[in-house]
């Protein structure tokens, strides 16, 4: 069975501090590794997506990937009250279901004022 | 404008009642797949298609029939709902190897 772990949290954290969100996963064969962001009673959106080891930027976020560790992170600089939302992290599902994702059960974070 | 719509967006039937979740996508993507998301399991995969007249099982399929005649359609029937159906149902469709883009989804009540 293919896993992908998420501490659900929540995580907590002041306005302008860093948040760091973790994720695991089990297959070693999952080549791309996806964010998405769902506010309560929303559908979930895409912030990031990450296929190479290292780190990629795209404004105040920051995926980071360790395939060897098997483990992808998600880094909210500058955080704000409005990041605050469900987390989900979703791998897919290797070489021969590169198309299908598997999600993590997400992580809430919490962004106080 | 181009997107993933769903309808309805809130449904609320009776047990053993025959429903259909409609969803339609305007990017001509060739992936199409239901999820449905239920506290304390997260995104489940119910269902996915890669093609038109292509579909598959995904994780939790029991109680559930796709079908796919057109690119841009892949509507989901419960042939006969159960308590246990009650969820939020998402949509969503990608190319492959392409990040997969969710429509508003369903709110489904099964009473």
């Known amino acids: 069975q293919k896993e992908v772990e998420q501490n659900s949290g929540p995580l907590s954290v002041p306005e302008g501090a860093i948040a760091s969100l973790n994720c695991t996963y089990s297959d070693r064969g999952s080549q791309s590794f996806f964010w998405y962001r769902q506010y309560s009673g929303k559908s979930p959106e895409l912030i990031m997506f990450i296929y190479s080891n290292g780190d990629k930027e795209d404004g105040r976020f920051t995926a980071q990937l360790n395939k060897a560790s098997q483990y992808v992170s998600l880094l909210i600089r500058d955080s704000q009250p409005s990041d605050s939302a469900t987390y989900l992290c979703a791998v897919n599902g290797g070489p021969d279901s590169s198309y299908k994702l598997i999600f993590g059960s997400g992580t809430r974070l919490l962004v106080r004022p | 404008d181009a997107g993933i719509t769903q309808s309805p967006r809130y449904k609320i039937t009776e047990t053993g009642r025959q429903v259909t979740l409609m969803c339609h996508q305007t990017w001509s993507h060739s992936y199409m797949f239901w999820y449905r998301q239920d506290l304390g399991h997260g995104l489940r995969l119910i269902y996915y298609?890669?093609?038109?007249?292509?579909?598959d099982k995904g994780e939790v399929p029991d109680g559930y029939v796709v079908s796919r005649s057109k690119t841009e359609n892949f509507p989901l029937t419960l042939e006969s709902a159960t308590r246990s159906q009650t969820s939020v149902y998402f949509c969503a469709s990608s190319d492959r190897d392409l990040p997969q883009h969710f429509g508003d989804g369903t709110r489904l009540s099964i009473l």
């Open positions: 298609s890669a093609a038109a007249d292509i579909t």
